[in-house]
Nanobody
Framework: QVQLVESGGGLVQPGGSLRLSCAASGSSFSIYAMGWFRQAPGKQRELVATITNRGTRNYADSVKGRFTISRDNAKNTVFLQMNSLKPEDTAVYYC??????????????WGQGTQVTVSS
């Protein structure tokens, strides 16, 4: 089973930057892809960025051009560099896996997430 541990969140002013990290452990199988989700109060959890083990990246329109997802496949670790942060980016950020090509993003148990607050 995969365990997911997110870190790197915090309080930042609008226009600032944060770098989130997510470590996936506990599985002997390679992971096809990983992604970052976020959930703001009263809102649906949304998928904001994904990256496959071949390096193909996709972003939600709301973060495109500001966020960059990267990964270390050997360590099953994914990062999210967040620049030009806006108050609407405030949310709990979670990572999750797409363990196989035929599965969906979010096919592992959720970790605790890491809080990102963008405020003056």
């Amino acid at each position: 089973q995969v365990q997911l541990v997110e870190s790197g969140g915090g309080l930042v002013q609008p226009g600032g930057s944060l770098r989130l990290s997510c470590a996936a452990s506990g599985s002997s199988f390679s992971i096809y892809a990983m992604g970052w989700f976020r959930q703001a109060p009263g809102k649906q959890r949304e998928l904001v960025a994904t990256i496959t083990n071949r390096g193909t990246r996709n972003y939600a329109d709301s973060v495109k051009g500001r966020f960059t997802i990267s990964r270390d496949n050997a360590k099953n670790t994914v990062f999210l560099q967040m620049n030009s942060l806006k108050p609407e980016d405030t949310a709990v950020y979670y990572c999750n896996t797409r363990r196989y090509y035929y599965s969906n993003y979010g096919d592992s148990n959720w970790g605790q997430g890491t809080q990102v607050t963008v405020s003056s």
